[in-house]
T-cell receptor, first 112, second 114 residues
Framework: DVKVTQSSRYLVKRTGEKVFLECVQDMDHENMFWYRQDPGLGLRLIYFSYDVKMKEKGDIPEGYSVSREKKERFSLILESASTNQTSMYLC???????????FGEGSWLTVV | QKEVEQDPGPLSVPEGAIVSLNCTYSNSAFQYFMWYRQYSRKGPELLMYTYSSGNKEDGRFTAQVDKSSKYISLFIRDSQPSDSATYLCAMIANSGGSNYKLTFGKGTLLTVNP
């Protein structure tokens, strides 16, 4: 079974803090993704990576950055957290030729 | 017009009912279609995947695709309380190199009452 692990399930951070969300997949997938999910807005793609050190902006990259130093690990960084970044963050991965993706359990971030 | 439209519900049915969940789309390039199930405070899990028009059955679940009408459906037979979740449709174009571009519906919240 595909396993996408998000190490932090629930976080509470203060405005202005730097936040790291970590994701690890164990299926040797080339592609990895970060989404956020908000009520009424659905899933929105923040960033994706198709190889180590490679990244592309998704639909809502503002306020976020990413890091992919190893194939299995993809990190989402909030340089200076703001209250409007309170959300559920979902990591996902797939093969480069894959037509579907596999999600982690999600990280609930509250910024106060 | 949004690329993918999905009625958000909520949809509430009695146990044992047949459930029909639907999405419409506007992009004729979409070739692959998926349904995800998402339980409360969990990540989406892949439920069904299909790439051709017609029906695909898996136990109590049937995915139906009508490319001519740009319409996909998920049917759940003999619905159970454990089917209570949000169901997301997703689709992707076969445009080589853009395989990251999965487009999601906003999800339909389903409650099956015992």
């Amino acid at each position: 079974d595909v396993k996408v692990t998000q190490s932090s399930r629930y976080l509470v951070k203060r405005t202005g803090e730097k936040v790291f969300l970590e994701c690890v997949q164990d299926m040797d997938h080339e592609n990895m993704f970060w989404y956020r999910q908000d009520p009424g807005l659905g899933l929105r793609l923040i960033y994706f990576s198709y190889d180590v050190k490679m990244k592309e902006k998704g639909d809502i990259p503002e306020g976020y950055s990413v890091s992919r130093e190893k194939k299995e690990r993809f990190s989402l960084i909030l340089e200076s957290a703001s209250t409007n970044q309170t959300s559920m963050y979902l990591c996902a991965s797939n093969q480069i030729s894959g037509n579907t993706i596999y999600f982690g359990e999600g990280s609930w971030l509250t910024v106060v | 017009q949004k690329e993918v439209e999905q009625d958000p519900g909520p949809l509430s049915v009695p146990e044992g009912a047949i459930v029909s969940l639907n999405c419409t789309y506007s992009n004729s390039a979409f070739q692959y279609f998926m349904w995800y199930r998402q339980y409360s405070r969990k990540g989406p899990e892949l439920l069904m995947y299909t790439y051709s028009s017609g029906n695909k059955e898996d136990g109590r679940f049937t995915a139906q695709v009508d490319k001519s009408s740009k319409y996909i459906s998920l049917f759940i037979r003999d619905s159970q309380p454990s089917d209570s979740a949000t169901y997301l449709c997703a689709m992707i174009a076969n445009s080589g190199g853009s395989n990251y571009k999965l487009t999601f519906g906003k999800g339909t919240l389903l409650t099956v009452n015992p």
